[in-house]
């Protein structure tokens, strides 16, 4: 038996790979030795996830590999697997290609996708704390312990969710309604919107954090012309609307688009305005 413990440095090097491998329970590894069991640190023999303190562990195994970096690789990627199921959902995570930094710690990316923006989600906090690894009959084992803070977990759940929040700014009283109609079509993409909140300039972060959703809907509607011709009324309508990805603060994409409402009275020309504008900002979501 060998026990070897590597910097965090070398352990980026051994991760960054696009293989995955498939989740590791203890019922499903090989046998080994009773010695190689019986030596083991403790950790190696607790339970797959363990909530402690501000932090979950998850524990990962690989078994017979062909050395000790392909052995410590699989063992953290089934550790990451299991970060996946935490949330409901049976995949096989991916290392990053190319890792980003965060506060000097790595990123990985899971096999979960924004249901919006179909970008792999991010476990951008956390940290390996122990790693062992052990000569099997057939090759090496190994064991990786990492440790995700309970605010990270929060923070992908919310991701996963993917609940959104609006506001309007208008002195239209009919758009209040009319607007309603863009939620279905968001709706049919992932994208839930379930609160209303005051039309404010705070920041994306401002707005994260007091709501704890993964989206926000701006949305300006006015009247930019009022005409009376012969007894018919004429108003024309601009809506201009941004959604904004909450866990990033960037902007996901802006709509502007402005029509004209005839009728015989006032309100029935700014009401069918305000239908026309919507449909056309629909045609483009």
Not at 29 to 36: E, G, I, K, Y
Not at 228 to 254: C, P
Not at 261 to 275: P, R, T
Request: charge should be neutral; charged fraction near 30%; include cysteine.
């Amino acid at each position: 038996m060998k026990v070897k413990f590597v910097s965090l440095f070398f352990m980026f090097l051994f991760l960054v790979s696009c293989g995955s491998s498939p989740n590791t329970t203890e019922s499903s590894r090989p046998a080994v030795s009773p010695s190689n069991a019986t030596n083991r640190p403790e950790w190696t023999k607790i339970a797959e996830k363990v909530d402690k303190g501000d932090a979950v562990f998850f524990i990962g195994s690989s078994n017979d590999a062909r050395n000790e970096d392909e052995a410590i690789k699989k063992a953290a990627q089934d550790a990451f697997n299991k970060v996946s199921n935490s949330f409901g959902v049976s995949v096989k995570s991916t290392m990053v290609d190319e890792q980003s930094s965060i506060n000097g710690e790595d990123s990985y990316k899971l096999s979960i996708k924004s249901s919006l923006t179909g970008i792999p989600i991010e476990v951008k906090k956390y940290r390996i704390k122990e790693q062992y690894t052990e000569r099997s009959g057939r090759g090496h084992n190994a064991f990786v312990l990492i440790a995700v803070p309970k605010s990270e977990l929060e923070r992908i759940q919310i991701e996963i969710d993917s609940f959104g929040v609006w506001a309007l700014k208008s002195d239209l009283s009919e758009s209040a309604d009319k607007i309603r109609d863009f939620f279905p079509v968001f709706q049919s993409k992932g994208v839930n919107f379930n609160q209303e909140i005051e039309y404010s300039g705070k920041t994306a972060d401002e707005i994260f954090k007091e709501t704890k959703k993964a989206f926000y809907l701006k949305i300006e509607c006015k009247e930019t012309k009022a005409e009376e011709y012969n007894g018919e009324f004429y108003s024309v309508i601009q809506i201009k609307a941004e959604l904004f990805d909450l866990m990033t603060g960037k902007t996901i994409n802006r709509w502007t688009a402005e029509a004209t409402g005839a009728a015989y009275s006032k309100d029935e020309a700014v009401s069918n305005g305000i239908s026309k504008v919507v449909k056309e900002i629909i045609g483009q979501i």
